[in-house]
């Protein structure tokens, strides 16, 4: 019965791991995306002869930005807390950015 719980115990580490891993590729792809609507809804329009920007670009950029505004968080902060701010965070800024590209 030990062993049986020790693998089950490796499975459950396993997905968990799995999971996060999924979470943050969907986290810098919903960034990327972000960062690429707002580029072309506000940069290009101002410099057009500014290069369109591609996914990786996106990702570099944000992380270069997020590691030039690191976010602080309370220990208090509980782990859901953190996930759910990463993932509105940049649909937030989406939004804003789609409300004020209207009136541009």
């Known amino acids: 019965m030990s062993e049986e719980n020790d693998f089950g115990s490796v499975i459950d580490r396993l997905s968990k791991l799995i999971g ?9 792809l919903l ?5 690429i609507k707002l580029w072309s809804w506000f940069v ?15 990702i570099g950029l944000s992380l270069l930005v997020s590691l030039l505004t690191r976010h602080s968080y ?22 804003a950015g789609w409300i004020a590209h209207c009136f541009v």
Do not use: H
């Open 20 to 28: 996060v891993l999924v979470l943050v590729v969907l986290l810098f």
């Open 31 to 35: 960034n990327a995306f972000v960062i």
């Open 44 to 58: 290009l329009i101002l410099f057009p002869e500014c290069p369109r920007l591609t996914y990786p670009i996106a």
């Open 74 to 95: 309370s220990k208090n902060d509980g782990l859901k807390d953190k996930w759910l701010d990463a993932f509105a965070y940049p649909l937030v800024s989406l939004l």
